[in-house]
Protein backbone atom coordinates (compact mmCIF):
# COMPACT_ATOMS: atom_id res chain seq x y z
CA UNK A 1 0.00 0.00 0.00
CA UNK A 2 1.74 3.30 -1.20
CA UNK A 3 2.10 5.81 1.72
CA UNK A 4 -0.01 9.30 2.34
CA UNK A 5 2.21 11.98 2.19
CA UNK A 6 1.12 15.46 4.26
CA UNK A 7 2.55 18.44 2.92
CA UNK A 8 1.64 21.94 5.46
CA UNK A 9 0.96 24.07 2.40
CA UNK A 10 0.08 23.71 -1.20
CA UNK A 11 3.42 25.40 -1.86
CA UNK A 12 5.10 23.12 -0.47
CA UNK A 13 3.41 19.92 -2.68
CA UNK A 14 3.27 21.89 -5.99
CA UNK A 15 6.36 20.79 -7.47
CA UNK A 16 5.75 17.17 -5.58
CA UNK A 17 2.39 16.86 -7.46
CA UNK A 18 3.49 17.31 -10.08
CA UNK A 19 6.06 14.40 -10.26
CA UNK A 20 3.52 12.37 -8.34
CA UNK A 21 -0.09 12.81 -9.41
CA UNK A 22 -0.71 9.43 -8.38
CA UNK A 23 0.49 9.62 -4.73
CA UNK A 24 -2.22 10.31 -2.34
CA UNK A 25 -1.36 13.73 -1.31
CA UNK A 26 -3.28 15.43 1.81
CA UNK A 27 -2.37 19.51 3.28
CA UNK A 28 -2.51 19.28 6.51
CA UNK A 29 -2.30 22.70 7.39
CA UNK A 30 0.30 24.74 9.33
CA UNK A 31 1.18 23.69 12.68
CA UNK A 32 0.68 21.19 15.19
CA UNK A 33 -3.70 21.55 15.75
CA UNK A 34 -4.27 21.65 11.97
CA UNK A 35 -1.19 18.48 11.66
CA UNK A 36 -3.33 16.73 14.52
CA UNK A 37 -6.78 17.36 13.36
CA UNK A 38 -5.96 16.14 9.95
CA UNK A 39 -4.43 13.05 10.70
CA UNK A 40 -7.79 12.54 12.69
CA UNK A 41 -10.17 13.32 10.17
CA UNK A 42 -7.93 10.85 7.53
CA UNK A 43 -8.07 8.16 10.40
CA UNK A 44 -12.01 8.51 10.67
CA UNK A 45 -12.21 8.12 7.27
CA UNK A 46 -9.64 5.28 6.37
CA UNK A 47 -7.55 2.91 8.92
CA UNK A 48 -3.57 4.11 9.31
CA UNK A 49 -2.72 0.83 10.98
CA UNK A 50 0.00 -0.31 9.07
CA UNK A 51 -0.04 2.10 6.91
CA UNK A 52 2.77 4.61 6.55
CA UNK A 53 2.35 8.22 6.43
CA UNK A 54 5.07 11.10 5.26
CA UNK A 55 5.33 14.57 6.40
CA UNK A 56 7.06 16.05 4.07
CA UNK A 57 7.73 20.16 4.21
CA UNK A 58 10.47 23.09 4.45
CA UNK A 59 11.99 23.15 7.77
CA UNK A 60 14.95 26.21 8.53
CA UNK A 61 18.58 24.43 9.91
CA UNK A 62 20.30 26.04 13.06
CA UNK A 63 23.91 27.14 13.06
CA UNK A 64 24.35 25.91 9.47
CA UNK A 65 23.76 22.43 10.90
CA UNK A 66 22.62 21.61 7.52
CA UNK A 67 22.82 23.17 4.12
CA UNK A 68 20.05 25.12 2.14
CA UNK A 69 18.37 22.97 0.09
CA UNK A 70 19.52 19.57 1.62
CA UNK A 71 16.94 16.97 2.22
CA UNK A 72 17.10 15.39 5.70
CA UNK A 73 14.84 13.02 7.41
CA UNK A 74 13.76 13.84 11.04
CA UNK A 75 14.10 10.85 13.51
CA UNK A 76 13.78 12.41 17.19
CA UNK A 77 11.64 15.29 17.19
CA UNK A 78 10.88 17.56 20.41
CA UNK A 79 7.92 20.60 21.01
CA UNK A 80 10.49 22.79 22.07
CA UNK A 81 8.36 25.06 23.92
CA UNK A 82 7.16 22.98 26.18
CA UNK A 83 8.68 23.04 30.11
CA UNK A 84 11.76 20.69 30.16
CA UNK A 85 9.29 18.16 32.83
CA UNK A 86 6.70 17.94 29.60
CA UNK A 87 8.88 17.34 27.11
CA UNK A 88 8.81 13.85 25.36
CA UNK A 89 11.21 13.24 22.68
CA UNK A 90 9.81 11.32 19.99
CA UNK A 91 12.12 8.81 18.01
CA UNK A 92 11.86 7.40 14.26
CA UNK A 93 13.27 4.40 12.81
CA UNK A 94 15.03 5.72 9.82
CA UNK A 95 13.06 4.66 6.29
CA UNK A 96 15.51 6.84 3.68
CA UNK A 97 18.76 6.37 3.14
CA UNK A 98 19.13 10.23 3.88
CA UNK A 99 20.97 11.94 6.83
CA UNK A 100 18.68 11.71 9.87
CA UNK A 101 18.41 14.56 11.95
CA UNK A 102 17.24 15.81 15.00
CA UNK A 103 14.10 18.38 15.32
CA UNK A 104 12.13 20.83 16.80
CA UNK A 105 8.65 21.58 16.12
CA UNK A 106 7.89 25.25 16.84
CA UNK A 107 4.95 27.70 17.33
CA UNK A 108 7.15 30.15 16.22
CA UNK A 109 10.24 30.91 14.22
CA UNK A 110 13.31 31.32 15.88
CA UNK A 111 12.78 29.42 18.92
CA UNK A 112 16.45 28.34 20.76
CA UNK A 113 18.00 24.83 19.51
CA UNK A 114 18.19 23.07 22.21
CA UNK A 115 20.34 20.35 20.25
CA UNK A 116 18.77 19.87 17.50
CA UNK A 117 19.06 20.03 13.81
CA UNK A 118 16.34 21.93 12.36
CA UNK A 119 13.17 23.61 13.59
CA UNK A 120 9.85 22.69 11.80
CA UNK A 121 5.58 23.26 13.27
CA UNK A 122 4.07 19.97 12.40
CA UNK A 123 6.17 17.19 13.64
CA UNK A 124 5.81 16.05 16.90
CA UNK A 125 1.65 16.46 15.93
CA UNK A 126 2.67 13.59 13.14
CA UNK A 127 4.81 11.38 15.96
CA UNK A 128 1.83 11.92 18.87
CA UNK A 129 -0.47 10.91 16.58
CA UNK A 130 1.12 7.91 14.90
CA UNK A 131 2.06 6.73 18.30
CA UNK A 132 -1.77 7.28 19.50
CA UNK A 133 -3.01 5.41 16.46
CA UNK A 134 -0.48 2.82 15.48
CA UNK A 135 0.64 3.93 11.97
CA UNK A 136 4.30 4.45 10.71
CA UNK A 137 5.48 8.21 10.59
CA UNK A 138 8.15 9.72 9.01
CA UNK A 139 9.25 12.87 8.34
CA UNK A 140 11.17 14.11 5.47
CA UNK A 141 12.61 18.16 5.52
CA UNK A 142 14.16 20.26 2.59
CA UNK A 143 16.32 22.99 4.84
CA UNK A 144 14.87 26.55 3.18
CA UNK A 145 16.57 28.62 5.39
CA UNK A 146 18.72 29.01 8.40
CA UNK A 147 16.74 29.99 11.66
CA UNK A 148 16.68 33.66 11.85
CA UNK A 149 17.26 34.97 8.63
CA UNK A 150 14.58 37.11 7.07
CA UNK A 151 12.05 35.10 4.97
CA UNK A 152 13.23 37.39 2.01
CA UNK A 153 16.56 35.07 2.11
CA UNK A 154 14.60 31.33 2.48
CA UNK A 155 15.17 29.52 -0.58
CA UNK A 156 11.72 27.72 -1.28
CA UNK A 157 12.01 26.89 -4.90
CA UNK A 158 15.39 25.15 -4.13
CA UNK A 159 14.04 23.26 -1.25
CA UNK A 160 10.90 22.05 -2.58
CA UNK A 161 12.32 21.29 -6.05
CA UNK A 162 15.00 18.71 -3.59
CA UNK A 163 11.93 17.95 -1.53
CA UNK A 164 10.10 16.87 -4.48
CA UNK A 165 12.60 15.18 -6.18
CA UNK A 166 14.00 13.17 -3.23
CA UNK A 167 10.37 12.20 -2.07
CA UNK A 168 9.78 10.92 -5.27
CA UNK A 169 11.46 8.07 -4.23
CA UNK A 170 10.29 7.24 -1.43
CA UNK A 171 6.64 7.58 -1.67
CA UNK A 172 5.81 5.85 -5.28
Same mark, same amino acid.
Not at 13 to 41: D, H, K, N, Q, Y
Not at 144 to 153: L, Y
Given at each position: ?????? !??? *??? &??? /??? #????????? %?????????????????????????????????????????????????????????? !??? *??? &??? /??? #????????? %????????????????GAALFAIA???????????????????????????????????????? &??
Amino acid at each position: MKPIVL !FPT *ELE &ARI /FCE #LCPEVEVVI %SGVGMAATAATLARISVSQSLHGRVVILAGIAGCYEQRCEVGEVVEVISEVVSELPER !FCK *EYH &AEM /FTN #LRGVSSNTV %SRCNAESCGADIENMEGAALFAIAEALGFRAVEIRAVSNVVGDDFAKWNIELATHNLAKTLKNY &AE
